[in-house]
């Protein structure tokens, strides 16, 4: 069974940073593209990070880029968006999700597997 499991939301000050982490079973996830997607309460679901399948392509918001980073881990089968400087506008559920279709990878169309989520709350 194909699963994502997110991990490494929490409470954080405004400025401080968080490292989340997505991990598969049933796939690896370098053959698939992995998204990151954060809803706030009340809006829509937005990508905010993407990486494409057996590449270091990248791609990021325009509302994330300079502090958002996302990366592979193959060892561990994780792919992790290390997050800094943030904003009290960053608190949202954070979503993992992977496709093995090519697609635009910041949009939510086309994603097969999604995980639970994980809160991420910016406050002081």
């Known amino acids: 069974q194909l699963q994502l499991v997110e991990s490494g939301g929490g409470l954080v000050q405004p400025g401080g940073s968080l490292r989340l982490s997505c991990a598969a079973s049933?796939?690896?996830?370098?053959?698939?593209?992995i998204g990151w997607f954060r809803q706030a309460p009340g809006k829509e679901r937005e990508g905010v990070s993407c990486?494409?399948?057996?590449?270091?392509?990248?791609f990021y918001a325009d509302s994330v880029k300079g502090r958002f980073t996302i990366s592979r881990n193959n060892a561990k089968n994780t792919v992790d968006l290390q997050i800094d400087s943030l904003k009290p506008e960053d608190t949202a559920v954070y979503y993992c999700?992977?496709?093995?279709?090519?697609?635009?990878?910041?949009?939510?169309?086309?994603?097969?597997?999604w995980g639970q989520g994980t809160q991420v709350t910016v406050s002081s």
């Open positions: 049933g796939f690896t996830m370098d053959d698939y593209i």
């Open positions: 990486i494409r399948s057996r590449s270091t392509n990248k």
């Open positions: 999700a992977a496709t093995g279709a090519t697609i635009r990878c910041l949009t939510q169309e086309g994603y097969e597997y």
